[in-house]
């Protein structure tokens, strides 16, 4: 494998059900995503976009097939390997952002810095700076319901890389905001993955967002296929 592929899937396989009212929703899908490279996923509701983001990022088993991230195989790893493999190594951002409501928007963010093992001077100061980048800095000390859906995802997003991920998964990160919003959030995710050379794997049904990405794919009859954004 040539050492420049951060991720890739072969050959997976991934249903739900059992017996006669199983729902095959990935067949075999292959996909590979490259240092650095930023790749939108763009299909219609109901195809396995969310499923094969979360098989990438070792939330969820495959039936059949391989992961392997950062050049590790990760299918037949026991479970604590891959949970340690997925903190490392992949940063996730979901539609809706997840934050712990308890904590402020800076502890959010230094949380998994702590989990890292990072001291409390160090996760604050990589968080503030995170959120500083994201251009959510002034609202460090509030809680997520104090913040507005766009600078929620803002915070969401700057947790998602602060352990400095291999791989960014986005599952619709921008599909809960108006399209003025949307855009700033998606500048501002834009430009962090850019700058810190960072390899994105986005799900979208924003076709603006999918131009602005490197390559484009989509799921057909349960395998990914390359198309024009
Ligand atoms: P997308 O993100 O593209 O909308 P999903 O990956 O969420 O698609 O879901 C693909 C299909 O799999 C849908 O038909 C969905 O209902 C089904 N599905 C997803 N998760 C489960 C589950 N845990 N159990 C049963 N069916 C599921
Ligand atoms: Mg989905």
Do not use: W
Request: charged share 20%; with cysteine; proline share 4%.
């Amino acid at each position: 494998m040539a050492n420049d592929i951060v991720l890739s899937l072969a050959g997976i396989d991934r249903h739900y059900g059992q017996g006669e009212t199983v729902l095959s929703i990935l067949k075999g899908a292959d996909f590979t995503l490259r240092t650095g490279e930023t790749v939108a996923l763009v299909a219609p509701s109901g195809t396995g976009k969310s499923t094969l983001l979360h098989v990438a990022g070792l939330l969820e088993h495959p039936d059949a097939g391989e992961v392997t991230l950062g050049g590790v195989a990760c299918q037949e790893l026991p479970d604590e390997q891959r949970t340690a493999i997925r903190r490392n190594s992949v940063g996730f951002v979901y539609q809706f952002h997840h934050l712990l409501p308890e904590f402020s928007a800076l502890e959010n963010v230094m949380m998994p810095q702590l989990i890292a093992g990072l001291t409390r001077k160090e996760a604050a100061e990589r968080a503030k700076q995170l959120l500083d980048y994201m251009r959510v800095g002034h609202r460090a000390d509030h809680r997520p319901a104090e913040l507005s859906g766009g600078e929620q995802q803002r915070v969401a997003i700057a947790r998602a890389v602060a352990n400095a991920p291999l791989v960014l998964l986005a599952d619709e990160p921008t599909g809960n905001l108006d399209p003025e919003t949307a855009s700033y959030v998606f500048s501002a995710l834009e430009a962090l993955v850019r700058q810190s050379g960072l390899s994105a794997m986005i799900a979208t049904h924003n076709h603006e967002i999918a131009r602005r990405m490197d390559r484009c794919v989509t799921l057909i009859d349960g395998k990914v296929v390359e198309i024009q954004a």
